[in-house]
Nanobody, 121 residues
Framework: QPQLVESGGDLVQPGESLRLSCAAS????????VGWFRQAPGTEREGIAC????????SYADAVEARFTVSRDSAKNAMYLQMDKLKPEDTAVYYC??????????????WGQGTQVTVSS
């Protein structure tokens, strides 16, 4: 069974940075569309940073554009989300996922368990 495991979530202050990691096993991450998603209490899960399986194009949600950076390391079979200038509204559970497209969470087949990011002073 394909598996994704996130790590790196933490409690930080506004303006600080965090780097989330997502390790894949039992499948090759580079062959799939991948993405980072987040879900705050009472809200729908949203795609925030995705890499297309077609051409490797990267897309970001407007809320994180210019602050977050997604990357993938084929040698390590892993992906990352560098989050800078964090804001309280970035507080959510963050998930990595694979096997979907258009950064639409309903299309993704494989999910990690999630990691909590809390931004608070």
């Amino acid at each position: 069974q394909p598996q994704l495991v996130e790590s790196g979530g933490d409690l930080v202050q506004p303006g600080e940075s965090l780097r989330l990691s997502c390790a894949a096993s039992r499948f090759t991450l580079a062959l799939y569309g991948v993405g980072w998603f987040r879900q705050a209490p009472g809200t729908e899960r949203e795609g925030i940073a995705c890499i297309s399986y077609r051409d490797g194009a990267i897309s970001y949600a407007d809320a994180v554009e210019a602050r977050f950076t997604v990357s993938r390391d084929s040698a390590k079979n892993a992906m990352y989300l560098q989050m800078d200038k964090l804001k309280p509204e970035d507080t959510a559970v963050y998930y990595c996922a694979a096997g979907g497209f258009d950064c639409d969470y309903t299309t993704y087949n494989y999910w990690g368990q999630g990691t909590q990011v809390t931004v608070s002073s």
